[in-house]
């Protein structure tokens, strides 16, 4: 049986807590042994031994061994998977203020993806494949993946939730189950900026521009819902979405470890070769495809109407923005 390392990052959040035991469930990694090395701030790493007895007590027979730690740069040697977790979130008080906008989580995020992204570069796995799950995801990956200057790994931005999200409204819909809709694409930022793509998805095997002819519901009402829905989320429970976002990481990862079925895709966002009109390096959501040797690459075959180019294209400016705010992080 072979093993993997996964690295956690804001492990002793509530992400973290519904995300660390399916990763050793059997289920995500298969047959494999995963060693899990979970990391915190200082202020709250104590608390992650009562999350390793619970794991103990679980008996889990994919998994091997666990640590935790506060010394990012110890717990990345040799990782095969970083999911980074860890951020300041929308909605909380810091430093005497709420931190409510991009412009915020960007300045204080940023930094900690830069120590993050070189100790990842340096320390992880050539081939290792990291997940950004903190907000704002996007460009938390962009800042890593230059830390890094290690182009053979693997950096990816979130977007499956948003993903999840719109194939559920869909189902609601159209009444046809979940499970029956594929092809979902999240184009640009996982941000209210997003555009998903209900002209390209299937829903049982019919193409979403075909089933559902309501330009006026797709512009009023499906992509205001999934733009928005996290912060309907944090509006209905007081805090960021944490079940449904952990979710959301364990199926990139699956869709990550699996090749991908023919004619479909998953989304996520990585960085641009240019593919789709977006500018090299940017980090954006795009439809993507898992190689049978396990490499990821971008479904390049897909066209857009004018509608949902314009969409686009905003997402694409906002990204650009993030970017040209944060060059000081990028020397």
């Known amino acids: 049986m072979s093993t993997i390392k996964v690295v956690v990052t804001g492990a002793a959040g509530q992400i973290a807590y519904s995300l660390i035991p399916r990763l050793v469930d059997g289920k995500t990694f298969g047959d494999k042994t995963v060693d899990l090395c979970l ?3 200082p202020q709250v790493v104590d ?21 935790y730690t506060s010394n990012f740069e110890e717990a990345s040697v ?10 300041i979130p929308r909605g909380i008080v810091y430093n005497g203020k709420k931190i409510e906008e991009r412009s915020d989580l960007l300045s204080i995020n940023g930094g900690i993806f830069v120590d993050q992204g070189k100790a990842i570069g340096k ?33 990816m931005a979130m977007t499956m939730l948003d993903s999840n999200r719109a194939k559920s409204i869909l189902s609601k819909k159209t009444n046809k189950n979940i499970s029956e809709i594929t092809n979902m694409i999240i184009w640009g930022n996982h941000s209210p900026t997003m555009y998903p793509d209900s002209e390209n998805a299937f829903i049982s095997g019919q193409r979403g521009s075909d089933l559902i002819n309501d330009m006026e519901w797709i ?34 990862v699956i869709a990550c470890e699996t ?31 898992t190689l049978e040797d396990g490499s990821i690459e971008i479904k390049r075959d897909l ?22 705010a944060v060059k000081h992080l990028m020397q």
């Not at 066209?303 to 040209?324: G, N, P």
């Open 219 to 252: 512009e009023s009402d499906f992509l205001p819902s999934v733009q928005q829905r996290g912060k309907a989320v944090i509006n209905a429970r007081g805090a960021s979405s944490a079940t449904s976002a952990a979710k959301a990481a364990i199926d990139t």
């Open 78 to 87: 040799n990782g095969d998977w970083f999911l980074l977790v860890g951020s």
């Open 39 to 41: 990391v915190e701030i």
């Open 123 to 155: 320390n992880g796995n050539d081939n290792a494949k990291v997940l950004v799950v903190g907000n704002p995801a996007n460009t938390n990956a962009l800042i890593g993946k230059n830390a890094a200057n290690n182009n053979s790994q693997t950096w």
């Open 259 to 289: 090749p991908t079925d023919h004619g479909d895709c998953f989304s996520a966002a990585i960085a641009s070769d240019g593919a789709y009109d977006v500018p090299e390096g940017l980090i954006c959501g795009y439809p993507l495809m």
């Open 47 to 67: 608390k992650l031994k009562g999350l390793v007895m619970e794991l103990e007590d679980s008996y889990f027979p994919n998994m091997g061994e666990v640590s």
């Open 303 to 324: 066209s857009l109407s004018e509608f949902a180019l314009s969409k686009f294209q905003i997402s694409i400016d906002e990204l650009v923005s993030e970017r040209d």
